[in-house]
């Protein structure tokens, strides 16, 4: 039991619904791991230990009995604390909504529970899931080193998973935050199309810009998350009804026959060394693997970076309007900027954003008639620290390097998978993205997991 927390969820599920291992046992010593290393990680918000080990129970009296629900049966996992339970507080993170219990589930836990995952509890995120942490909730640590960044907004998601803590967990994206935490920490994060999975029951930053999406320890795992928790839900009418794919079953085809994107000028030569070293190195590895590269043109996205500040600042703003500028004194100074900003924006600017984003969701979709995915750094820099991003508000071109290769993708909707690709000499992360088009996350599920049956930074650990 001392060395199950890095095994994969799929493993775990395996071993478990077998009858090798109980969900009980495998809970408890996950909630155990918790006591011993989260006082320092900070990546809970709330632990929910007595409905998490009455679920395991569940779990196993229904195994026992013949009724298996699926890969995820039994198998610990976590949400970012955006996602609502009724029987924990969600918090968005923030202080004001600090002891909120909401009236029902999300439908994503309403997903999660019908497949038999075990809920741990709910973890750690910026404020309202925009850039900073309220000053008065402690900042989750970066496994791999207390010093690093551990990319937003989905933090304690990004640093349970790595740290063992869970065996994957839920994030959300607007601008990048399952993508920073997933290349931080070393990760394999899925941001499905938009539409795919329903929004019905999470607390918005923007509403036309969030994501939901897993996070986990590899292509397999992301996917099998992926699976229980995408399609229509009718609570949500901007969830799409577009059919859900075996993901699983269709991820081992190989790539043999896919293109693959890349803007060199783009992707390899405004990012620093050991990045492109890394991402050289992953292209090398799919070819390899009998993938083709073509040579395409990436629409402007510093230009998207610069327009998405402030149409999420508008969509927060309006998410925001019953306590802001009402209550602005429970507050972050972050926050509070991006809906200054929201309040500023006229009716004739945001216009001419959304045209400009319609443009920008027409020129990305129009590069997949040539290609099956593109290849994306997941940041310019590798081994961010936290000293630097305090820069991040005010340094153009690490606010350039930072959200040009994922503001866009939330703008057009596209989905994407980041994995990690190599480690810095200081021993940091390094990851990348494979982008598709508009629910086709079976290709990029299918180019991850071709790439992780290859090399083996996705098994890769911090020692704790």
């Known amino acids: 039991?001392?060395?199950?927390?890095?095994?994969?969820?799929?493993?775990?599920?395996?071993?478990?619904?077998?009858?090798?291992?109980?969900?009980?046992?495998?809970?408890?010593?996950?909630?155990?791991?918790?006591?011993?290393?989260?006082?320092?990680?900070?990546?809970?918000?709330?632990?929910?230990?007595?409905?998490?080990?009455?679920?395991?129970?569940?779990?196993?009296?229904?195994?026992?009995?013949?009724?298996?629900?699926?890969?995820?049966?039994?198998?610990?996992?976590?949400?970012?604390?955006?996602?609502?339970?009724?029987?924990?507080?969600?918090?968005?993170?923030?202080?004001?909504?600090?002891?909120?219990?909401?009236?029902?589930?999300?439908?994503?836990?309403?997903?999660?529970?019908?497949?038999?995952?075990?809920?741990?509890?709910?973890?750690?995120?910026?404020?309202?899931?925009?850039?900073?942490?309220?000053?008065?909730?402690?900042?989750?640590?970066?496994?791999?080193?207390?010093?690093?960044?551990?990319?937003?907004?989905?933090?304690?998601?990004?640093?349970?998973?790595?740290?063992?803590?869970?065996?994957?967990?839920?994030?959300?994206?607007?601008?990048?935050?399952?993508?920073?935490?997933?290349?931080?920490?070393?990760?394999?994060?899925?941001?499905?199309?938009?539409?795919?999975?329903?929004?019905?029951?999470?607390?918005?930053?923007?509403?036309?810009?969030?994501?939901?999406?897993?996070?986990?320890?590899?292509a397999a795992d992301a996917a099998a998350m992926l699976q229980a928790i995408a399609g229509r839900d009718d609570k949500d009418p901007t969830s799409s009804s577009e059919p859900v794919p075996d993901y699983l079953a269709l991820m081992t085809r190989g790539i043999s026959k896919m293109r693959i994107g890349v803007d060199k000028s783009w992707a390899l030569e405004k990012v620093d060394a050991e990045t492109r070293a890394a991402l050289q190195s992953a292209l090398s590895t799919l070819t390899t693997l009998g993938a083709t590269l073509v040579d395409i043109t990436v629409p402007d996205t510093e230009k998207a970076a610069a327009e998405w500040s402030a149409l999420c600042a508008v969509e927060t703003a309006l998410a925001h309007e019953e306590t802001y500028p009402a209550q602005k004194d429970q507050y972050g100074p972050g926050l509070a900027g991006l809906l200054d900003l929201g309040h500023q924006v006229t009716a004739l600017e945001y216009q001419r954003l959304l045209l400009s984003r319609a443009a920008l969701k027409g020129d990305i979709a129009a590069l997949f008639s040539h290609v099956d995915l593109i290849l994306a750094p997941a940041t310019a820099y590798a081994g961010l620290t936290w000293d630097t991003m305090t820069r991040f508000g005010t340094d153009q071109a690490l606010f350039n390097g930072v959200l040009r290769y994922t503001s866009a993708f939330d703008a057009s909707g596209h989905p994407t998978i980041t994995l990690p690709c190599g480690m810095t000499a200081a021993g940091a992360p390094i990851g990348f993205q494979l982008v598709a088009a508009h629910f086709d996350e079976t290709a990029m599920i299918q180019g991850a997991w071709a790439y992780q049956q290859v090399t083996d930074w996705h098994k890769k650990h911090p020692a704790l």
């Open 1 to 218: 039991m001392n060395n199950l927390h890095y095994k994969s969820l799929l493993e775990i599920g395996r071993l478990i619904q077998s009858g090798e291992m109980t969900s009980v046992a495998v809970t408890e010593a996950m909630l155990t791991r918790i006591d011993k290393l989260d006082s320092d990680l900070h990546s809970f918000f709330y632990v929910m230990r007595d409905s998490a080990l009455k679920q395991a129970a569940e779990a196993d009296q229904e195994i026992a009995a013949g009724k298996l629900r699926g890969p995820l049966h039994g198998v610990p996992i976590a949400l970012k604390d955006l996602i609502w339970t009724k029987d924990a507080p969600t918090s968005h993170g923030m202080i004001i909504h600090k002891d909120r219990y909401p009236d029902e589930d999300s439908t994503v836990v309403e997903r999660f529970r019908a497949a038999g995952a075990v809920i741990l509890g709910k973890l750690t995120q910026t404020e309202s899931a925009f850039a900073d942490h309220h000053p008065e909730i402690a900042r989750p640590n970066n496994p791999w080193g207390s010093a690093l960044w551990t990319g937003v907004s989905s933090s304690g998601s990004g640093v349970a998973t790595a740290a063992g803590l869970c065996f994957g967990s839920i994030g959300t994206d607007t601008g990048g935050s399952i993508r920073f935490p997933s290349n931080a920490n070393g990760l394999t994060g899925i941001k499905p199309t938009w539409g795919r999975v329903t929004r019905h029951g999470a607390c918005e930053l923007a509403a036309s810009l969030d994501h939901i999406g897993p996070m986990a320890r590899s």
